[in-house]
């Protein structure tokens, strides 16, 4: 099936088109085409998958799209594309058949069947793109469609807004991504990936570190990487479905991924910067996490720190443990999203402070709940203890400093989660809660698969996930990387006790409250204020766009209008004096116009004969 | 053949004009079947040229011999590519017209008169005639903003009759000088003779055709006419102004500044790319000012056709396909765009940006493709305003890298100006405006648009053959530098 791998972006496409054209009239808006269709998908993946097992690696010939070479489009399918391929088709799928609950009754669903089917084909194209002009059109493709989900509900302002601030945002990632396309084509006059990777080498380490790091501006803005990463909690505003789509599968995986998939232009100094950018983001994240009262913006802050792991983890060389995380965390984090979403659906309310003894309630919800925290906070046996084990690894013999970082981002995220779990589903029933039903079958079933996934996709590590991944890299690449993966006894014991201390401390606070969580509030005010403010990134940028950009502009327009034009009135203005006697003559300038023209012409004609300059 | 892409509007103008004492459906129908049956003939000629019939130039006539005027038409891919796009925009502009019920005696006549003009624009091959043409052009649409436009159209008519015809005039002094050392109007007397002359006497005559270019397209700080002249002209005419008129200075900068003084313009190639790239970010602030939805488009168009500018001064094979491919890719977006406006006036009376939310739940239609319009110009990959800029970015890179880096940075500004737009008259709650905006939408409005919808999504999807196509002018052109 390898060689049909151009199937599986396709199917989604086709449900775009029919559902765009036709989904008025459809049940559910076209649900149940976009489940077809993206079914369809996920099977060819799989099947495709199945022979990367036997083949390794295969890359089509493509087609020509713009006239030369350079850019000509194919797929590339290696270990790295099957394993996204595996997250995005399977996790978008139960996220499709979960939307038919979800959903359910809202008058825009055909748009929403449409939109998300469109964007897990753009998600599907990038995985398997094998230029990198087609890479970015599919990655904006990605952009548009969160763009238009995040904007669903158009009519709420602040929905409106969010989705403009998440386009722009990552649109200033995007062109530094489109200017290292610009650096490696001037360079080696080719944009396909391989070609890239063979030339690679012999090229000067400045210009690699230049381009790999402009590529890396793209990964930071879309996959939400400190600075860049504002626009990514604020992307909540869309339905809980998409949530779960951009965070667990699809669009801010896309990021990490091109890192990954980019990986051999990488020079040690370009990943001595994102090692950095992914420590920072990795902490910060977290710290955001344990102050916020939402509960998609907490696990919307997890995903920022988690996605800093993953930047981390390629950082430090640890690629296999970084994609490895990447796989995990697409489960439990889609689990979470999703079963956040089920308790939004039933309580019809997102702040944390509304809920409480949620358990009773729904039984089901709170223990897919359950399994993503226990799986995020990274206690053993479950996936997402292993992936954050290697990540810290690798981080150990990087470097001592961002080791701390990471270690207390780890023990951050054992306290956020729990956090949550206390509040929303142990203590006492508050008053929102007394209605909530469990959520009907489609939802729960999705939930219980995905369940799954989070306790046992850790366990690949031990069916070689790590030497199957390396193939992705050139020999001696994959050599090199290899060294420095595997289990190390203090890191792993650390490791445990970080995530463990986190919970007994949270449960302390919110479970039987020894410690007072007001008073730890009242203690830290000004952390507190700092954290709940967002360590004023959002008032910077903001004053950015409308003190310096509107304000150039407002002068900009005052000088067109006053001065540019003035002058070009004031000279008018002149001319009509002068020609106050012409007018005399004149029946009115523009009726005489083309005779002007003609007689002007032929004087000059005249002179120009009389100068002799004709032959 | 060629010569019948003239002749059919200008007959087709007298035709329409007589038609109109029969009243004015008939004026329209005769003037709607004329830019269809111009429409046919252009694909017929793009027909003849991919089969590989020489049409460079096609036919010669001697005209006024005294003076070394000849009457030449010929077409490259160049020509061709815009030559279409003049004949498809007249048939957009003619269903835009459809309402036009008032005073419209010779309303269809100058439309058609003009596109006549246009089409000798870009297929003369010989100066003079290129400057008939040029002026030609000019007169339909000074009577069309004057006896059409909005408030202020006595001013802006004036403003761009005298404002475009004083860059002319520089144009013409420079034809005029080349004249007399050639003895003849024509492009290949002039362009054999030029390689003898010196390069001060080149230099001069550069600088006096790039303002009169530069005044069209136009460039910062020759745009002055330009936000008056596309707001107040009615909708039809600044679909041609932003969609054709602008392409004619880019046109005439590539096939004569360009192709007759290659290496004249090469001294100059970075200044011009300076020039470009203020006039890309001058632009773009002004646009992000704007309140008037039509005048945001106006501002967005200048800074778009900066970018044609920087195409052709990168001075290689991949910039100068962009800056074509622009030429053609603009004239669809920005003529979709302005056709919106114009039915935003007519639904919902309005184009203040303020007073125009929840747009799309009132009027699905508009709203959803003035999104879609809205991506394409801020240039969203996968429509053909992408495939443009990126070619030109590119080729700017190859050549002033660190321009490419500037140019680059305009990118989130335009796609800031439109999303800014779109939060506030597409989307939001129903303002109180548009709660009593019509959500009708007409075969005349809806065909037009699906056509450019669809055009737009295909030159973006698979850009190749209309870029191989592009190529063959392109390399051409790259090949007088001797360069690649």
């Known amino acids: ?615 | 053949m060629l010569a019948y892409l003239i002749a059919i509007p200008f007959v087709g103008a007298f035709a329409s004009y007589f038609a109109e004492r029969y009243g004015i459906a008939k004026a329209r129908s005769v003037a709607f079947a004329t830019s269809l049956l111009t429409l046919l003939v252009s694909l017929a000629a793009l027909n003849s040229f991919l089969s590989g019939k020489e049409m460079f130039p096609a036919q010669a006539w001697e005209w006024i011999s005294d003076f070394g005027i000849t009457f030449t038409l010929g077409a490259d891919a160049m020509s061709l590519s815009l030559v279409l796009l003049t004949a498809l925009l007249f048939v957009v502009a003619i269903l835009a017209s459809w309402n036009i019920e008032a005073n419209t005696k010779r309303y269809y006549a100058l439309l058609l008169f003009m596109e006549a003009g246009l089409m000798g624009v870009f297929l003369a091959l010989d100066l003079f005639l290129f400057y008939v043409f040029w002026e030609i052009v000019l007169i339909p649409a000074f009577f069309l903003i004057n006896g059409w436009g909005g408030a202020k159209r006595s001013y802006a008519a004036m403003k761009i009759l005298i404002y475009t015809h004083l860059g002319s005039l520089f144009m013409f002094i420079g034809f005029i000088l080349l004249y007399l050392k050639a003895g003849s109007f024509s492009f290949f007397a002039i362009s054999d003779t030029l390689a003898s002359l010196d390069a001060g006497f080149k230099s001069f005559v550069f600088l006096l055709l790039f303002i009169g270019f530069a005044f069209k397209i136009p460039l910062v700080p020759f745009h002055s006419w330009l936000p008056d002249a596309y707001t107040e002209a009615p909708t039809p005419v600044s679909v041609l102004l932003a969609g054709l008129l602008s392409k004619m200075g880019a046109y005439g900068l590539l096939r004569i500044g360009v192709t007759l003084l290659p290496e004249t313009f090469q001294s100059y190639a970075y200044a011009i790319a300076v020039l470009a790239v203020v006039s890309v970010f001058y632009a773009a602030f002004a646009a992000l000012a704007q309140r008037d939805i039509k005048r945001l488009v106006a501002f967005s168009s200048v800074s778009h056709m900066g970018f044609i500018v920087l195409g052709i001064a990168s001075l290689n094979l991949i910039g100068i396909n962009g800056a074509i491919f622009q030429m053609v890719s603009h004239g669809l977006i920005v003529a979709l765009l302005f056709f919106l406006t114009g039915m935003l006036v007519e639904k919902a009376r309005s184009r203040e940006i303020p007073y125009l939310g929840g747009l799309i739940t009132k009027a699905p239609f508009l709203g959803w493709v003035l999104v879609f319009a809205s991506l394409a110009s801020l240039g969203l990959p996968g429509l053909s305003g992408f495939v443009a800029e990126l070619s030109i970015l590119l080729g700017l890179f190859k050549s002033f890298s660190s321009l490419a880096y500037l140019a680059v940075l305009s990118l989130p500004l335009t796609a800031g100006y439109y999303l800014w737009m779109l939060q506030r008259a597409a989307f939001g709650a129903t303002s109180e405006l548009i709660e009593s905006a019509r959500s009708d939408v007409a075969w005349h409005e809806a065909v037009p648009v699906l056509v450019l919808v669809i055009l737009i999504t295909l030159l973006g999807l698979y850009p190749a053959p209309l870029m191989n196509m592009i190529s063959t002018t392109s390399q051409a052109i790259v090949a007088l530098i001797g360069g690649i």
């Open chain 1, 1 to 615: 099936m390898i060689e049909q791998a151009w199937l599986i972006p396709l199917f989604p496409v086709i449900s775009f088109l029919i559902i765009l054209l036709f989904g008025k009239r459809m049940k559910e808006g076209g649900g149940y085409v976009a489940v077809a269709f993206v079914g369809l998908s996920m099977l060819v993946s799989l099947l495709t998958i199945r022979d990367v097992f036997s083949v390794g690696r295969y890359e089509s010939e493509g087609i020509s799209w713009l006239g030369s070479e350079a850019f000509r489009f194919g797929f590339l399918i290696d270990p790295l594309a099957a394993v996204m391929l595996f997250v995005v088709s399977f996790v978008g799928f139960l996220i499709v058949v979960y939307s038919l609950g979800y959903m359910h009754g809202d008058p825009g669903v055909q748009r929403y069947y449409a939109e998300i089917s469109l964007f897990i084909a753009s998600m599907l194209a990038l995985i398997i793109a094998n230029n990198l002009v087609f890479l970015f059109i599919s990655w904006e493709l990605v952009g548009l469609c969160s763009y238009l989900l995040i904007g669903f509900w158009y009519r709420k302002p602040s929905a409106a807004s969010a989705a403009k601030k998440a386009f722009l945002v990552t649109r200033v990632g995007d062109i530094m991504l489109l200017a290292g396309i610009l650096v490696l084509y001037a360079k080696f006059g080719t944009l396909n990936l391989s070609e890239l990777f063979e030339l690679a080498p012999s090229a000067a380490p400045a210009t690699l570190t230049l381009a790999s790091l402009l590529l890396f501006g793209g990964a930071v803005g879309k996959s939400a990487q400190f600075p860049l990463h504002v626009w990514l909690p604020d992307a909540m505003e869309g339905p809980t479905t998409v949530s779960a789509l951009i965070h667990a599968a699809t669009m801010v995986k896309a990021g990490v991924y091109l890192v990954a998939r980019a990986y051999p232009l990488f020079t040690p100094e370009s990943l001595f910067v994102v090692a950095w950018i992914g420590g920072i983001t990795a902490l910060m994240a977290a710290t955001m996490a344990v102050v916020m009262t939402d509960l998609k913006r907490v696990i919307a802050y997890s995903t920022v720190s988690h996605l800093g792991f993953m930047t981390l983890a390629l950082g430090v060389g640890g690629y296999a443990a970084g994609v490895f995380h990447l796989l995990n965390h697409s489960f439990f984090k889609a689990l979470l999203f999703l079963s956040a979403g089920a308790v939004i659906h039933a309580v019809h309310s997102q702040d944390i402070r509304d809920m409480g003894g949620l358990w009773k309630r729904m039984p089901i919800t709170g223990t897919a709940f359950f399994i993503g925290a226990w799986s995020l906070s990274g206690l053993p046996p479950w996936s997402g203890f292993w992936s954050k084990d290697d990540i810290l690894a690798a981080v150990y013999g990087y470097s001592t400093p961002l080791f701390i970082i990471a270690a207390f981002a780890a023990l951050l995220s054992a306290v956020y989660i729990s956090r949550l779990f206390f509040i929303v589903f142990t203590g006492k029933e508050s008053e929102a809660v007394k209605h909530a039903h469990e959520a009907p079958r489609v939802m729960t079933v999705p939930l219980m698969i995905l369940s799954l996934g989070a306790l046992f996709s850790g366990f690949v590590r031990f069916a070689g996930f790590e030497e199957f991944v390396l193939n992705t890299l050139p020999a001696e690449l994959a050599e090199h990387f290899a060294a420095h993966e595997g289990g190390h006894g203090f890191v792993m014991s650390l490791s445990i006790a970080l995530a463990a201390l986190g919970i007994v401390l949270t449960g302390i606070t919110y479970y039987k409250p020894v410690l007072s969580a007001e008073k730890i509030r009242t203690t830290f005010k000004p952390l507190h204020t700092l954290l709940i403010d967002r360590y004023y990134l959002d008032h910077i940028y903001l004053f950015f766009a409308t003190k310096v950009v509107k304000d150039t502009s407002t002068v900009i327009n005052a000088i067109d209008a006053y001065f540019i034009d003035g002058l070009v009135n004031g000279i008018g203005k002149a001319t009509a004096k002068a020609g106050e006697v012409m007018r005399r003559i004149q029946t009115g300038i523009t009726q005489d116009y083309a005779s002007w023209l003609l007689l002007g012409a032929s004087l000059l004609l005249i002179i120009a004969r009389l100068t002799g300059g004709a032959a």
